[in-house]
């Protein structure tokens, strides 16, 4: 049986001029799913093989740049590349506005079916089958749809090997992490930016793999709580917490060309943890 393969596009905190920001592909039976999209994306996708036509969908876990810039070149790049095949984007509300106001600014449409699947905060959201009916739609003379839409839980919006769940994590801003069940073997639960938090614990229990932000050391804990992200104790003790089976660190400040200060605190208290690096990839076997 084929694996499902997690390609770490991008796995740093942001900073100036980097090719090693936030987005991590997830592929199975077929199918590519991409975790957020920073700036660069596109290119990195190229350089691992995938092109910008094997994408769907593409799950945003807030509106911070480094997590969503390299979404709306992307999105061009389909329609540039003569792609027709329609496109779901899920992510938190306002999503939808600042894709359709940044077309409208750059004078662009798309050339196909354009899905925004906006999350109201709050909502703990489940499924992702099927079409729901549109909060709004553009149409052009093409054909070409962008709709936004917005659901109570977010049920019947894709089919596909990957079981969804979406929930809302402690951030400075309004933020999703996503949880993917892919089989009985393999689950993925990605919190990209977030403080220590119970609903993360609760929503990612015997996860397979915790993919969760680890932009600082335990010496910066103070720092830590200020931006609303997580140390790498944090994230083990996590880890440990909520039964999983293996934890990456994620989001890693620029700071640390080092990251061993954060491997070896973390594997004090959660053994199996690794850091997350720009192209590694993990291999998860879908069957018992």
């Known amino acids: 049986m084929n694996p499902v393969v997690v390609t770490f596009l991008g796995s740093r905190g942001p900073y100036p001029g980097s090719d090693d920001m936030p987005s991590v592909l997830v592929s199975y039976g077929g199918k590519n799913l991409l975790l957020d999209v920073s700036e660069g994306t596109q290119h990195r996708l190229l350089e691992i093989g995938k092109s910008v036509a094997s994408v769907n969908p593409i799950l945003i876990t807030h ?28 992510g938190p509300a306002g999503l939808g ?17 354009l899905v925004i699947n906006e999350i109201s905060e709050g909502e703990t959201c489940e499924g992702f089958e099927g ?32 079981k969804i769940k979406a929930f809302w994590v402690k951030h400075s801003i309004p933020t999703l992490a996503y949880r993917l069940d892919i089989s009985e073997a393999v689950s993925i639960c990605y919190v990209s930016d977030t403080m220590a938090s119970e609903n993360v614990i609760r929503m990612c229990s015997k996860v397979k793999v915790l993919i969760h932000d680890s932009t600082f050391s335990s010496d910066m804990s103070d720092k830590a709580r200020e931006y609303t992200h997580s140390t790498a104790t944090q994230a083990s003790e996590t880890a440990l917490k909520c039964g999983a089976e293996m934890l990456i660190l994620y989001h890693v400040s620029p700071r640390y ?16 943890t690794y850091v997350a690096e720009k192209y590694m990839k993990l291999y998860l076997i879908p069957n018992k």
């Open 257 to 272: 060309k080092n990251t061993e200060v954060l491997l070896s605190e973390a594997r004090k208290i959660f053994r199996n």
């Open 131 to 162: 079409l729901v009916e549109p909060l709004r739609e553009l149409t052009r003379d093409s054909g070409s749809t962008v709709s936004i839409v917005r659901t109570d839980c977010c049920k019947n919006i894709i089919e596909g090997p990957f």
């Open 63 to 90: 509106m911070h740049g480094d997590h969503v810039l390299g979404l709306i070149p992307l999105l061009q790049s389909r329609s540039l590349a003569g792609i027709t095949t329609p496109i779901l984007v899920v």
């Open 97 to 113: 506005t600042y894709l359709i106001k940044s077309f409208e600014y750059l004078y662009f449409y798309p050339e196909y079916q």
